[in-house]
């Protein structure tokens, strides 16, 4: 069955730090992919999003995401993280075909601690 | 409303009882999505509609839950005879079509505890 994997369940950095969260996916056909935060007390929301082109991704708040192909990655990053990161974090493929339905398969979410 | 209206917020409920957990989506969404989100579980996929049918209900646990959607707006998930292991927040999402395009609108989730 298809499947998302997020790696790093929780993840404690000091405020400046660099950040990359790992996304791994099987499937070997065609896929959209997500980055979905959910902030502490808040609903999930989009931060990210590639269908197609440009596999660097640029989001919400200084997020960015690569897509690689042959690693079946895609990776979030971000150069310096705030306090106000502090939240959920999860990766999201959405299997394009003709049964596409627009559903989502979502990784485990990453936990993101940001000290100030 | 603007965004996708879930309730109750919060649901304790006794083992054995059934609960329904309604969602409203965005208006004009034709597409709506109901997942579960467990501890360290993830956000895991119940069912989907377009309009009012369901064309995806693999995600279902078991046939004590259900969902229906009338109108092509509000959607119902029902649980019955509730277990401990139901114990999860359900979240609904809506998105503009089956053309799928764009991004999937989240609500706030209803918190449903079984005890």
């Known amino acids: 069955a298809q499947s998302v994997s997020q790696h790093n369940h929780h993840v404690i950095l000091s405020e400046a730090a660099s950040l990359e969260l790992g996304c791994n996916y099987s499937?070997?056909?065609?896929?959209?992919l997500f980055w979905y935060v959910q902030y502490p007390g808040q609903h999930l929301q989009l931060l990210l999003k590639?269908?197609?082109?440009?596999?660097l991704v640029k989001g919400i708040k200084g997020f960015e995401a690569e897509f690689i192909k042959s690693k079946f990655s895609f990776n979030l990053r971000k150069p310096s993280v705030q306090w106000s990161d502090t939240a959920e974090y999860f990766c999201?493929?959405?299997?394009?075909?003709?049964?596409?339905?627009?559903?989502?398969?979502f990784g485990q979410g990453t936990t993101l601690q940001v000290k100030p | 409303g603007a965004g996708v209206s879930q309730s109750p917020s919060n649901k304790v409920t006794e083992k054995g009882k059934d609960v329904e957990l309604r969602c409203d989506p965005i208006s004009g969404h034709t597409a709506l999505y109901w997942y579960r989100q467990s501890l360290g579980q993830g956000l895991e996929f119940l069912i989907y509609f377009q309009g009012n049918s369901a064309p995806d209900k693999s995600g279902l646990p078991s046939d004590r839950f259900s969902a229906e959607r009338t109108g092509g707006s509000v959607s119902t998930l029902t649980i019955q005879r509730t277990q401990q292991e139901d114990s999860a927040v359900y979240l609904c999402?809506?998105?503009?079509?089956?053309?799928?395009?764009?991004?999937?609108?989240f609500g706030e989730g209803s918190r449903l505890t079984v005890l």
């Open positions: 590639y269908f197609s082109g440009d596999p």
């Open positions: 499937y070997g056909g065609t896929v959209n």
């Open positions: 999402a809506s998105s503009l079509g089956q053309a799928y395009t764009g991004e999937l609108f």
């Open positions: 999201a493929v959405n299997l394009v075909g003709s049964s596409n339905t627009g559903k989502l398969i």
